[in-house]
């Protein structure tokens, strides 16, 4: 789908289909999807009713989230990019319908947005309260310092934790059991978390670790450690990983590595 309103109306749409093929569904699919002005309002209002708690009730969470989503052009953006990501990259997925009711790892990764736009406007405490919340409700754990950006997938989203000071790029596939964090080595304010450049996918039960940078375009294979810079465009696997494409070729997919010694492999 291409621009913002196509993939909106295609959800609305998808919900009125799906409303008149199982009438079970029809009243939550009217209040959820169809009744709402934009995509924006629909998601905060599915979000609120799926973390709401004694402490965080519904109709603060939907307010909440609603003023977040729509004052914030990159979130707006990022939700629509995840979307595709996960309808595009899940073979198993049918509509974005789908993802947007039913995808825990979708609704983690835009309940994170809200909790990282509060922590860096100082709200700290509350964007804690809805990381423990988000880690309750989807299994997933994202400390709200976390940064992420446009078109993250997370396959099943089952054990996913990335650490404070990490860093996630755009179009970025990360698998179940998979962990971003640090080595114990480093503590306090500085950076303990691994850097993942754009179009990474990093395989299920990796561990990536420390304060490194996996290049972009890079796979790691399941099951990996990975504790040193990995190259772009690369494949890194074992525990700890290793580069299996060899040094003396010196390029990855036409990528030239200059300053090879740097990563360390």
């Known amino acids: 789908m291409s621009g913002s309103t196509d993939i909106w109306e295609q959800i609305r749409k998808e919900a009125r289909t799906e409303s008149e093929a199982e009438p079970v569904l029809a009243s939550f699919l009217y209040s959820t999807i169809i009744v709402h002005r934009s995509l924006e309002r629909a998601l905060a209002f599915h979000l609120a009713g799926k973390m709401s708690s004694a402490t965080l009730l519904c109709t603060q969470l939907f307010t909440l989230m609603t003023e977040i989503y729509q004052n914030d052009r990159f979130i707006g953006d990022a939700i629509r990019a995840d979307l595709v990501a996960f309808r595009q990259r899940d073979p198993a997925c ?21 909790a990282h736009s509060l922590w860096k406007s100082g709200r700290r405490s509350l964007a804690l309260a809805i990381q423990s919340r988000v880690s309750e409700v989807f299994g997933v754990d994202f400390h709200p310092g976390a940064t992420l950006g446009r078109g993250v997938f997370l396959d099943h989203a089952t054990g996913v934790v990335v650490g404070e000071t990490a860093v996630i790029g755009n179009n970025v596939t990360i698998l179940h059991h998979v962990t971003l964090g640090g080595t114990g080595k480093q503590t306090g304010d ?19 670790l420390g304060n490194i940078v996996v290049g972009e375009g890079t796979k790691i294979g399941a099951g990996s450690v990975v504790l040193s810079n990995i190259p772009p465009y690369s494949t890194a ?9 060899p040094k003396k070729n010196k390029t990855f997919d036409g990528y030239k590595v200059e300053n090879w010694d740097d990563y360390e492999i």
Do not use: C, M, W
């Not at 691994?194 to 561990?207: E, F, S, T, Y």
């Not at 696997?237 to 494409?245: H, L, M, T, W």
């Open 94 to 114: 049918e509509t974005y319908l789908h993802v947007f009711l039913n995808y825990k790892g979708f609704l983690a990764v835009e309940a994170h947005r809200v």
């Open 190 to 208: 500085r950076d303990r978390h691994p850097k993942i450049r754009d179009n990474v996918l990093i395989g299920a039960g990796a561990q990536v």
């Open 237 to 245: 696997v074992g525990s700890p990983a290793r580069v299996v494409i």
